[in-house]
């Protein structure tokens, strides 16, 4: 079992910066897959990025690549998701997710792959 704990959200301007922060319990951290998720208001939850146990390989939603990067720490059971020039459209509850499974880019993106949800963190970015 593994619990995920969110910390690092709150209220931001536009084009302001945020790192979001993923604390995990357990030992074997570096065994799961790390995904962020979002979900905005009204809105199907959606994959961010995602990361492989060992760092070593990234994947990003299209829309997403350029301002967002993910990465972790496993020695600390942490992964990160660093958000810049941050638009009002970002607004949004965002999960980190831990998932047991091999590393695949086809099931990476769906949040059926994953095993493990914190509870979020509410990201909001003001115009």
């Known amino acids: 079992q593994v619990q995920l704990v969110e910390s690092g959200g709150g209220l931001v301007q536009r084009g302001g910066s945020l790192r979001l922060s993923c604390a995990a319990s357990?030992?074997?951290?570096?065994?799961?897959?790390m995904g962020w998720f979002l979900q905005a208001p009204g809105k199907e939850r959606e994959l961010v990025a995602a990361?492989?146990?060992?760092?070593?390989?990234?994947y990003y939603a299209d829309s997403m690549k350029g301002r967002f990067t993910i990465s972790r720490e496993n020695a600390k059971n942490t992964v990160y998701l660093h958000l810049n020039s941050l638009k009002p459209e970002d607004t949004a509850v965002y999960y980190c997710?831990?998932?047991?499974?091999?590393?695949?880019?086809?099931?990476?993106?769906?949040?059926?792959?994953?095993?493990?949800w914190g509870q979020g963190t509410q990201v909001t970015v003001s115009s």
């Open positions: 997710a831990a998932s047991t499974g091999a590393w695949d880019i086809v099931t990476v993106p769906h949040g059926q792959w994953y095993h493990y």
């Open positions: 990361i492989s146990g060992s760092g070593s390989v990234t």
């Open positions: 357990g030992r074997t951290f570096s065994s799961y897959s």
